[in-house]
């Protein structure tokens, strides 16, 4: 199988082909069944892309794609980003498109809105019956980058005490599923007017959805 994540390395950094600064890269939003809000943060991806396009030199377009679970378009995306705060149904083809595409190279960041955890666990074992969610140590890439984050994700929005986690679920010594947990880092991308959150949390929370962009394309080939 084509390894989808060498191919866009290639156009995300602009060295191998011609035409590869004119290319921009896509990425996507998670098309999901269940009934959860899978189109939540309306706001956030576009932001987090302006974001690293200014401060990490990328090249992705300024507004993500939408493509669901069970789609063959789903290999056209090395970044897909999952996000909601309800009910998560994979269908049993759902799940194993999902599968190809993650073994394939792809990369999925799940965000908790709140709410999507009881959810979300369950049909991930679907996609990986094998594979437990383990949660990244403090050192992992993922959170060094261009920004360091020595304590792990930053906290967006408090709902019931809990510290923020980030997971992940590793296939043959690769992170293909990372998974922020009681952060709601999607939050934190979203326009200022939306939460008034602090422009300090907001732009903590951008600066670690470009660490999870950049390692993506760099450190997890």
Not at 91 to 109: K, T, V
Request: aromatic content about 14%.
């Amino acid at each position: 199988m084509l390894n989808i994540r060498f191919v866009y390395c290639l156009l995300f950094f602009h060295v191998s082909f011609a035409d590869a600064q004119q290319t921009a890269i896509k990425i996507a939003k998670l098309k999901y069944n269940g009934g959860g809000d899978w189109y939540a943060n309306k706001t956030s991806l576009p932001n987090l892309i302006k974001f690293c396009n200014t401060n990490l030199k990328t090249n992705i377009a300024p507004e993500e794609d939408i493509v669901e679970v069970g789609s063959r378009e789903l290999f056209n995306y090395p970044f897909v980003h999952m996000t909601g705060h309800g009910n998560v149904v994979f269908s049993d083809a759902e799940a194993q498109n999902l599968r190809n595409y993650l073994i394939g190279g792809g990369f999925l960041h799940i965000d908790d809105n709140y709410g999507m955890d009881k959810f979300i666990r369950l049909e991930l074992k679907k996609v990986f019956p094998e594979l437990q969610l383990v949660e990244l140590p403090f050192t992992h890439p993922i959170y060094h980058q261009k920004y360091h984050f020595n304590k792990g994700l930053p906290k967006v929005h408090e709902h019931d005490g809990k510290p923020p986690q980030g997971f992940g679920l590793i296939y043959e010594g690769r992170l293909v599923v990372f998974y922020t947990y009681e952060c709601d880092l999607g939050n934190g991308w979203e326009d200022q007017s939306v939460y008034n959150d602090p422009e300090e949390i907001r732009q903590k929370a951008l600066q670690m959805g470009a660490n999870i962009i950049s390692f993506v394309f760099t450190s997890n080939q």
